[in-house]
């Protein structure tokens, strides 16, 4: 019943679509069935409730499998799991182990090995996983000794869960009273209406459909969620990968650049009157980010390049620069470096260094280009080692940490950075009369074209880099030109190994999860480190590689700790497509001014508070250590700002004013009709559990959501002949839910 | 009820948000029952002894102490004026000399330094004296040569790597992250506010009806324990009655007050997800405390409107109402960015300096008024020092990344008026200001070395010595939980607190 591609194929389809994009019309591809199956855990003989395990140290003396009672802890078990179809190559690291003791929390056991099992057991698809009881965060306390139950989750999907004695038995652990397994599946309406058809070539998984679309676009459509299910994932991806940006409707922001003096009278905004709509226009356009936000929301909410742009405000999450406190002054300067972001999205990631490394918004941003030999300034080299490229501590090819005597590996100390340093000296902006500085302009800094060397004030003393096995450049001697420098400095970090798990950990924690499983970080660290065709940092076939995972896709995922807290930026952007966002009241499409809804969210877009982002990847939810990104600006603050903000966009509007000229609303026309049509609610329930929660609301949630439209009472909460009211009610709830919130 | 209470904490903490309706429901019950006990009752909380607070700004991106506490004398034994000047003038970083505003400091003899002119009345946009002559009146204290440390270590022990080094020295985010978990040899989940927390909220604030820790600038590291969330609040410009209040609730009808049921019950199911169970319990205690904030209270002095001026006095307002929160100890977390100066520091710094001087000032005023001087103190962290050797010249000159540095504790039980901190090798606590191989106190003996002052007083010491006036038990098992390596440092009170 279920087909998974193999890993050799991917590769093959990979290279495939790379030589036959003209032809990708005629050929598209069949996409499978994207769900994975459920693992399930062998229970032991004679036992509903205990797992069949037994001691590594006994496994090894090829002892029967039987039911252990109980293990030591930090003791090597074997559990035994059947119900998985494995990749080739796919082994340990894509199993987790979590257990959970009488004390409520959770844990996590590493997984030592996966093989499959021996003997009869063998034939009938069972693997024998071998698991350390040692909880592997380390955020709480050992586990409480006493049974504990314990589930393996593999690419988003759990098992029941079933007892073992961690120390001892016994305890007052309950036993699961629904199967965990379905817990967060939900009441469920996938594959409603799409019937198995031989000839059918689109993508007939309604539920996945809209988890493809909330990780690979702004939010699902209506029309989206139609084209997909028609030409299926692959061929959308591929025009995707094709299509003009941005679009053609909606130009980047083309201010001319000013003088960083802003009140000056000729060069800046001070030609006009202080307080005159002319001045506070000037200012707002050539000076604040305004212009970027709303040609920015204005691709989210309608552009063609849906994926594209999602990458690229990934990428301008890692490449930060920002405007805060008037460090990137100018939107010119801005849109500069987004175009850079744009143009490499589906590019190399290679380019995509060069670029950003001579881009003058971020040699202003971390001060290099006005790093000299005589004044060096370390803020860029230690910041592209650290955030952009290798990150601080060895990595595995699966993003997992490399440890030695228990402790993490550096990837460079200061003697490195220092180095870096001097690399990245004698950069300027690009003043000089010719060719070079085309775009230079008297009485305002060039920040448009790419920094120039100044060799005077280029350190060319030798240089250590990095020297990992194949180092390409790990020292460059005395003399060398700078620009010489800068490309061969920027070969040494690219091929540093660390690169391909850093940054693909890091886009999978944009795109689809926030704590990937290493399995998953390595099948696609193998696809940066080489797509196919030998090529290193291709970001096409990463971004393909990540959204065709197998541990992206399916119709449900019902691991607890799979999925991500929504951005503020997908939180309404993902609302406003969902809903038909249009002006305020004309009819009309939306402004794209709506960055002010972000701000008491801690995400003022192109605003970042610092270079590290508005949050941190490595951030983990307090008393779960569970990687949670978006986590670090979840707050008591802005979990009731974002309430606020739906509150806004359900029931009322962003209202017309001088900087909103059409202002924002959303459209429950369609939502209105189906409460019309059905007094009960139960098929405005149905619409929504399908378009925001692609078919995993649960009973409860529905329950407690009608109870608010219709109530228990004889009277509707709500009267039937307002539908408009019993809509907004709904969405509001939906919206403003934790279930809604966390994408997964 | 106070048992619940606990209960409600731990579990709620333990296993997020497995909290059932019912529990839920008794829980505001409770609430509204022991907030209107409280309201009528001006009996002192629960929970035993007199208020206290910290008061924890945070110095973002990294400040330079070295042009904030400047030797302001000619001694020869001890670096000088001159010396600082020989460094840092010719790139055009050296305050002038008779710009400092001049503070006494018994430790080093009596001799004279200063602090930067930002940090007195003559402040742009002054709007009160400033903090300088909180030094006189002995309400100031500078604890000095603070930063991440493993365990003591010499400049000899530093280059030869035979005592481990903190993590990632120099980087911002791994050493913000070590200032605020006071844990420098490996990565930490916990802040040590929020172990503070974790140890002492349940004991002191037994039927505390907010959390013990509140962050008026965002989520951050420093105020997360293992069972504590902080609260995180909105500054000044926000009414405590509207700083965690959803909207759209009004007018109170059938439709809305459905709505609003169904939001609350919402949050207590399908909490089998860990993200979502996280996300609801963030809001749970988001509502738990709006309803406690709906009745504000305003405070008297003025305070400068500047970010630092507006959080500090959201800070004042919950020390106001304190007595109808029922807390006994309360941990507040501010932050000032822009101290990352690379560029352009001497502008930078009268800025931050005067905003910092001005707020803290304000603050401290109205802790007088609402009769808790004694019972509040300030201090500050930040990312790290910065080089003692400029970078860039003239109006752009600033400084880069380094390692030890000055810290200021201000309030009315502060044994303040001198530096405090363990001695570096000159025998003072103040670092010798030589750059490079000659340097004892440089981590750099090379030509181009840049002077990153090895530190001498540990965040853990310094972390400890507040804790400890804040009330954490001092029993070696207790301090360590909070301060894991505080056994590698010799002394864990600098003395600077009673």
């Given at each position: 019943m279920v087909k998974m591609r193999s890993h050799a194929s991917l590769r093959i389809i990979t290279a495939s679509l790379a030589v036959c994009l003209f032809a990708i019309n005629a050929f598209a591809q069949v996409d499978s069935d994207p769900n994975s199956p459920t693992p399930i855990i062998l229970s032991a003989e004679?036992?509903?409730?205990?797992a069949m395990a037994m001691s590594a140290a006994k496994s090894r003396r090829?002892?029967?499998?039987?039911?252990?009672?109980s293990f030591a802890p930090h003791s090597r078990v074997v559990l035994f799991i059947k119900n998985i179809d494995l990749l080739?190559?796919?082994?340990?690291?894509a199993f987790r182990v979590y257990a959970q003791d009488s004390t409520g929390r959770e844990y996590r056991f590493p997984v030592l090995g996966l093989r499959p099992a021996t003997g009869e057991m063998m034939e009938r698809g069972v693997y024998a996983l071998t698991t350390l009881?040692?909880?592997?965060?380390?955020?709480?306390?050992?586990p409480a000794e006493g049974d504990v139950l314990i589930r393996v989750a593999w690419r988003g999907l759990t098992s029941d869960r079933l007892r073992i004695g961690y120390g001892t038995t016994g305890g007052n652990i309950k036993d699961d009273v629904q199967p965990y397994s379905t817990?967060?599946?939900?009441?469920g309406s996938k594959d409603q209406g799409d019937v198995p058809d031989?000839?059918?070539?689109?993508?007939?998984?309604s539920g996945d459909r809209i988890r493809f679309l909330e990780q690979a676009t702004f939010g699902p459509t209506s029309a989206l969620d139609s084209r997909i299910r028609r030409i299926g994932l692959r061929t959308y991806l591929a025009e995707q990968f094709e299509a003009?940006?941005?679009?053609v409707s909606n130009p980047y922001p083309n201010f001319p650049l000013k003088s960083?003096?802003?009140?000056?009278?000729?060069?800046?905004?001070?030609?006009?009157?202080?307080?005159?709509l002319e001045q506070r226009i000037c200012d707002r356009d050539h000076y604040s980010m305004y212009p970027v936000q709303k040609w920015h929301f204005t691709e989210a909410f309608y552009g063609e390049p849906q994926l594209r742009h999602r990458v690229t405000w990934a990428l301008s999450q890692i490449w930060v620069i920002s405007g805060?406190?008037?460090?990137?002054?100018q939107s010119r300067w801005m849109t500069e470096y987004h175009k850079i972001l744009s143009a490499n999205a589906f590019g190399n990631y290679r380019t995509l260094m060069g670029q950003m490394t001579r881009n003058p918004g971020m040699g202003n941003y971390l001060s290099m280009a006005r790093?000299?030999?005589?004044?060096?300034?370390e803020n860029y080299a230690r910041e592209i080692l650290?955030?952009?490229?290798?990150?601080l501590f060895m990595l595995n090819q699966d993003g997992t940490q490399q440890m030695s005597g228990g402790q993490p590996i550096a990837t460079y100390d200061q003697n490195t950075v220092n180095s870096f340093t001097k690399v990245f000296?004698?950069?300027?902006?690009?003043?000089?009369?010719?060719?070079?500085?085309?775009n230079r302009a008297l009485?305002?800094?060039?920040?448009?074209d790419p920094l120039l060397l100044n060799q005077n004030n280029h350190d060319v003393t030798a240089k250590t880099l990095f020297n990992y096995?194949?180092?390409?450049?790990?020292t460059i001697p005395a003399a060398t030109n700078g620009n010489t420098e800068m490309e061969m400095a920027l070969d040494n970090i690219f091929n540093h190994p660390n690169v391909g798990p850093f940054v693909s950990k890091l886009l999978i924690q944009h795109l689809?999860?926030?704590?990937?499983t290493p399995a998953y970080v390595a099948r696609i660290a193998a696809v940066f480190n080489?797509?196919?065709?030998?090529?290193?940092?291709d970001l096409k076939a990463v971004i393909k590689a990540i959204l065709l995972d197998p541990e992206a896709r399916?119709?449900?995922?019902?691991?607890?700790?799979y999925g991500k807290l929504r951005e503020p930026m997908q939180f309404v952007t993902n609302m406003a497509r969902t809903f038909n966002v249009k002006a305020a009241t004309a009819a009309l499409p939306s402004?794209?001014?709506?960055a002010g809804l972000l701000s008491p969210l801690a995400q003022n877009p192109f605003n970042?508070?610092?270079?590290?982002?508005?949050?941190?990847?490595?951030f983990t939810i307090p008393g779960?250590?569970?990687?949670?990104?978006e986590f670090h600006i979840m707050t008591t603050s802005t979990s009731v700002a974002r309430a606020n903000v739906m509150n806004t966009l359900v029931f009322s509007r962003v209202n017309v004013s001088e900087n909103a000229p059409n202002g924002t609303s959303l459209d429950f026309t369609e939502m209105t009709a189906i409460a019309t049509a059905d007094p009960t609610c139960n098929q405005l329930l149905d619409a929504l559990n399908n378009k925001m929660m692609h078919g995993t609301m649960s009973a409860a949630m529905r329950t407690a959501i009608l109870n608010a439209i219709?109530?228990?009472?004889?009277?509707?909460?709500?009267?039937?002949?307002n539908p408009l009211l019993r809509a907004q009610q709904a969405v509001y709830l939906v919206a403003t839910s934790s279930q809604f919130q966390i994408q997964r | 009820m106070k048992k619940s209470r606990r209960e409600f904490l731990m579990k709620s903490g333990c296993a997020?948000?497995?909290?059932?309706l019912a529990t839920q429901m008794e829980h505001f019950g409770l609430m509204s029952a022991l907030a209107q006990k409280v309201q009528d009752d001006s009996s002192a909380p629960e929970g035993g002894d007199a208020y206290k607070a910290i008061v924890l700004i945070f110095w973002a991106?990294?400040?330079?102490?070295n042009n904030m506490v400047v030797p302001n004398h000619s001694s020869a034994t001890i670096s000088n004026y001159a010396a600082y000047n020989a460094v840092r003038g010719t790139q055009g970083l050296a305050l002038a000399q008779a710009s400092l505003l001049p503070i006494s400091v018994p430790k080093m003899g009596g001799l004279s330094y200063g602090l930067h002119?930002?940090?007195?009345?003559?402040?742009?946009?002054?709007?009160n004296p400033g903090i300088h002559e909180l030094w006189a009146q002995q309400k100031m204290a500078i604890v000095t040569n603070v930063g991440s440390l493993v365990r003591p270590m010499t400049k000899t022990q530093y280059q030869n790597g035979s005592i481990p080094k903190p993590?990632?020295?120099?980087?911002h985010s791994d050493q913000v992250t070590q200032n605020q978990t006071?844990?420098?040899?490996t990565a930490s989940f916990t802040g040590w506010g929020g172990r503070l927390s974790d140890r002492m909220n349940t004991v002191?604030?037994?039927?505390?009806?907010?959390?013990?820790v509140t962050s008026i600038?965002?989520?951050?590291?420093?105020?997360?324990?293992?069972?504590t969330l902080p609260l995180a609040i909105a500054d000044s410009n926000t009414s405590l009655a509207n700083v965690l209040n959803p909207v759209g609730?009004?007018?109170?009808?059938a439709a809305n007050t459905a709505r609003r049921n169904a939001f609350n019950q919402l949050?207590?199911?399908?909490?089998?997800?860990n993200y979502v169970a996280a996300a609801s319990h963030v809001t749970d205690l988001a509502m738990q405390a709006n309803a406690q904030l709906q009745i504000s209270q305003e405070v008297s002095p003025t305070f400068p409107n500047t970010s630092i001026g507006r959080q500090l006095k959201q800070v004042a307002r919950l020390i106001k109402k304190r007595t109808d929160l029922n807390v006994n100890r309360q941990v507040f977390y501010c932050q000032m960015g822009?101290?990352?100066?690379?560029?352009?520091q001497l502008t930078n710094h009268v800025n931050l300096f005067g905003q910092y001087s001005q707020a803290v000032r304000a603050f401290y005023d109205e802790m007088g008024v609402l009769g808790v001087q004694n019972d509040v103190t300030t201090f500050t962290m930040s990312d790290f020092g910065r080089t003692f050797a400029p970078a860039s010249?003239?109006?752009?000159v600033g400084t880069d990344h380094a390692w030890g540095n000055h810290m200021f504790v201000i309030g009315g039980s502060v044994l303040g008026g001198d530096f405090y901190g363990m001695n570096t090798s000159n025998g003072?606590?103040?670092?010798?200001l030589t750059v490079g191989a000659?340097?004892?106190?440089?981590?750099d003996s090379s030509s181009g070395a840049r002077g990153r002052w090895i530190p001498t007083t540990s965040v853990d010491q310094y972390a400890a010595t507040i804790a400890r006036w804040f009330?954490?038990?001092?029993d070696l098992p207790t301090v360590t939980s909070v301060f894991p390596n505080i056994g590698n440092f010799s002394s864990t009170n600098l003395g600077f607190l009673p």
């Open positions: 004679g036992s509903a409730n205990r090829s002892g029967k499998a039987g039911a252990e009672d080739e190559d796919e082994g340990a690291n009881l040692r909880d592997e965060i380390g955020y709480a306390e050992p817990l967060m599946a939900g009441g031989a000839n059918f070539v689109g993508y007939r998984w003009p940006f941005p679009s960083t003096d802003q009140n000056n009278t000729t060069t800046g905004c001070g030609m006009f009157t202080d307080g005159t805060f406190g008037g460090d990137t002054q790093s000299t030999k005589n004044n060096p300034n650290q955030l952009f490229t290798t990150g000296t004698g950069f300027g902006f690009c003043e000089t009369t010719g060719p070079n500085c085309p009485g305002a800094p060039n920040y448009i096995p194949g180092a390409p450049n790990a689809v999860t926030s704590d990937p080489n797509n196919g065709l030998s090529v290193r940092g399916g119709d449900v995922k019902t691991d607890p700790n402004d794209g001014v709506v970042s508070p610092t270079v590290f982002n508005y949050y941190s990847p490595d779960a250590g569970l990687l949670a990104p219709i109530g228990p009472g004889p009277q509707p909460v709500i009267p039937a002949n | 997020l948000g497995m909290t059932a991106g990294g400040n330079d102490g002119p930002s940090l007195g009345p003559g402040a742009t946009g002054a709007i993590y990632q020295l120099f980087s006071s844990v420098a040899n002191n604030n037994p039927s505390g009806l907010v959390p013990m600038a965002g989520a951050q590291l420093f105020t997360a324990g293992q069972i609730f009004t007018p109170v009808n949050r207590t199911v399908d909490l089998g997800s822009g101290f990352d100066t690379h560029e352009s010249t003239g109006a752009l003072t606590p103040f670092p010798t000659s340097g004892p106190d440089d981590t009330g954490l038990p001092q």
